[in-house]
């Protein structure tokens, strides 16, 4: 039986180890912290609970995969719940509008809402990818990028020397449309001028498939599949830091760790590899994405209705979202903000019309310097610096034989979608023991 060693138990090392195991791959998981899901994870304090990272997915269907090919379907474990509005925005000219997913024709409508006109606008960009959203996910999303049996199509796409802020330019002549498109990357720690352009199609993702929710907060999926990790048998070591990939005769051959060496057959990282000195220098060019200052808050008493997202343009940026769980009467929202903060988030928050002071019970700060220390890297993963961190960033094979990546350090990128895909582009290279 082959021994497959993951270094990692972010979604990304859960989601590689519960595939190989089902391909009868005898599986250890190694974390360095007491508990399994990383940035997927939860924060709990006082009763309350909130999301450590995503609370909503795009692609669920990466999801559903990721479980029937592991074992039991997910809507056995638990139930990925449509949002109807992927997210509100509030722009600083006080206009605001409520982004839906799921259906042209409802963005059209919301879009004419700002200004009659800008819902064709809207849907004329986002169908202009369409073609990009075929082509990548059939020869890089859905299977191991390989130059030379890719499309020449694709190849081109991929590769295009257009970044995103230039295509907003010419197609977007509305700036809050402009900051709509834009606010994926931008929230990520993404400059628009270094993204390629054909990342704009996250956009006709998120028009065709819509966003996804779980009842209770998406931490949720770390404890099941936490589970499914246990049901398959993989071997799972907590508490325990990996120093090292050891490599012999050209090839991996051990994991290197606090509590000694483990024999590999192959070896996924999932991550952050600038940690791992055998894979540190294939990646000295890329720079992590910086994650937001972030803010959990256990509210109490008459709290605001809030939707489950609220984007408040400007400088500093600020996010409102909603989830997790809460003692009766309570709530648990978090504040995410990006740009200049040069007062404390929650009055930010005040200045842009919500006032939640009055019923803060509970607060957790997390800095974006906490948040790495925490989980060992960047949970946005590489930063976009242009076309080239395609090359830069580690693909699904390693140049280190024996060795794969798999997570938000990897291809095909950060997001639960994208992390789920890189795991199953790990299980389809390594292949049944």
Request: charged share 25%; hydrophobic share 40%; aromatic share 6%.
């Amino acid at each position: 039986m082959s021994r497959a060693v993951v270094i990692g138990g972010g979604f990304g090392g859960m989601a590689s180890a519960a595939r190989l195991a089902k391909l009868g791959h005898e599986v250890t998981l190694v974390e360095r912290l007491p508990r399994l899901g990383g940035a997927m994870g939860t924060v709990e304090k006082d009763g309350f609970t909130w999301d450590a990272g995503p609370s909503a997915t795009l692609l669920p269907a990466v999801v559903r995969d990721l479980f029937r090919k592991s074992g039991r379907p997910l809507e056995r474990e638990l139930d990925l719940v449509p949002q109807p509005i992927i997210r509100t925005h509030h722009f600083e000219d006080d206009t605001r509008v409520e982004l839906p997913g799921g259906s042209r024709a409802a963005q059209i409508t919301a879009l004419d809402g700002l200004r009659p006109g800008l819902g064709d606008q809207w849907a004329s960009y986002v169908e202009a990818f369409a073609d990009d959203w075929e082509a990548i996910r059939r020869d890089h999303l859905e299977r191991p990028w390989i130059p030379e049996v890719a499309s020449k199509e694709t190849t081109t796409r991929i590769f295009t020397r257009e970044m995103l802020a230039k295509r907003l330019k010419k197609s977007l002549k509305d700036d809050r449309l402009r900051l709509l498109a834009a606010h994926p990357f931008v929230f990520d720690g993404h400059d628009p001028r270094d993204v390629p352009a054909w990342m704009g199609m996250v956009s006709y993702v998120e028009q065709r498939f819509g966003a996804w929710s779980i009842e209770g907060g998406f931490g949720r999926l770390s404890d099941v599949l936490a589970q499914r990790l246990a049901t398959r048998k993989v071997t799972v070591l907590l508490d325990t830091q990996v120093t090292d990939i050891v490599v012999r005769g050209g090839r991996a051959v051990a994991v290197a760790t606090s509590a000694g060496e483990l024999d590999a057959d192959v070896v996924v990282c999932a991550v952050d590899p600038r940690g791992l000195p055998a894979l540190a220098s294939h990646v000295r060019r890329t720079m992590p994405a910086i994650p937001p200052v972030v803010c959990h808050l256990g509210l109490s008493g008459d709290v605001p209705d809030l939707p489950p997202e609220s984007v408040f343009h400007g400088d500093p940026m600020l996010v409102l979202r909603t989830g997790g769980t809460a003692p009766d009467g309570g709530k648990a929202v978090t504040i995410l903000a990006r740009g200049l903060l040069a007062e404390d988030v929650v009055l930010g928050l005040v200045r842009k019309g919500i006032n939640l002071r009055p019923f803060v019970e509970v607060r957790v700060d997390r800095s974006p310097k906490t948040q790495v220390e925490l989980w060992g890297g960047s949970p946005m993963g590489v930063l976009w610096q242009g076309r080239n961190t395609l090359k830069e960033r580690l693909s699904t094979r390693t140049p280190v034989p024996g060795v794969y990546a798999a997570g938000s350090h990897a291809t095909p990128g950060a997001g639960v979608p994208f992390v789920g895909l890189s795991a199953a582009l790990v299980a389809q290279e390594i292949g049944p023991a």
